[in-house]
């Protein structure tokens, strides 16, 4: 069974970046499209940003611009970059397939951004 592990959260400033990582166990990762997702205190998991198989990316409107999806095959993993960070950003983020399975959902990894 497929585990995600996410790393990479911390706290820091508005305007400030950071770079998550998505570590995937098992086969066949680069033949799944991925996503990453966050839940805010007191909010439902929305979704964030996808990449495909192919390297695709597609993004929710209030990150645009400045969140960035990539992934590593070879190493089995997909990243976050988060550039321009806003406090509306603060989080836990997870991976998970675009199509994202109930299975496989990890701990996540805490985003806050505070002054």
């Known amino acids: 069974q497929v585990q995600f592990v996410e790393s990479g959260g911390a706290l820091v400033q508005p305007g400030e970046s950071l770079r998550l990582s998505c570590a995937a166990s098992g086969s066949g990762f680069s033949m799944f499209a991925m996503g990453w997702y966050r839940q805010a205190p007191g909010s439902e998991r929305e979704w964030v940003a996808r990449?495909?198989?192919?390297?695709?990316?597609e993004y929710t409107d209030s990150v645009k611009g400045r969140f960035t999806i990539s992934r590593q095959n070879d190493k089995n993993t997909v990243f976050l970059q988060m550039d321009s960070l806003k406090p509306e950003d603060t989080a836990v983020y997870y991976c998970?397939?675009?199509?994202?399975?109930?299975?496989?959902w990890g701990q996540g990894t805490q985003v806050t951004v505070s002054s």
């Open positions: 990449v495909g198989s192919g390297g695709s990316t």
């Open positions: 998970n397939y675009a199509n994202p399975s109930p299975f496989a």
